[in-house]
């Protein structure tokens, strides 16, 4: 069993930043990659930005520029600095993470979802 942590949500004011964190524990035998996804009241969950186990990155257009995922492998923690807040970022932000098991089969984790508002 994996498990995953998030932490760091709250409410900001437009033009603020958040910093999410979200750390993995349990039976991890090889991480391929993780990612942060949020959905917003009424609408499907989406990509907002996600980091292989090589370091390459992929953002949603709507946060280029404004998001930077990171991620420290020795401590299976992945991380996302939020700068220049919108309220159109408001959303429960969820982290994901892509494995692979000792006996080489694929799999996916969620974490339970943090909250995120940009209002003033």
């Known amino acids: 069993q994996v498990q995953l942590v998030e932490s760091g949500g709250g409410l900001v004011q437009p033009g603020g930043s958040l910093r999410l964190s979200c750390a993995a524990s349990g039976s991890i035998f090889s991480i391929k990659a993780m990612g942060w996804y949020r959905q917003a009241a009424g609408k499907q969950r989406e990509l907002v930005a996600a980091i292989t186990s090589g370091g390459s990155t992929n953002y949603a257009d709507s946060v280029k520029g404004r998001f930077t995922i990171s991620r420290d492998n020795a401590k299976n923690t992945v991380y996302l600095q939020m700068n220049t807040l919108k309220p159109e970022d408001t959303a429960v932000y969820y982290c994901?993470?892509?494995?692979?098991?000792?006996?080489?089969?694929?799999?996916?984790?969620w974490g339970q979802g943090t909250q995120v508002t940009v209002s003033s």
């Open positions: 994901k993470l892509d494995g692979q098991n000792y006996r080489g089969t694929y799999y996916f984790n």
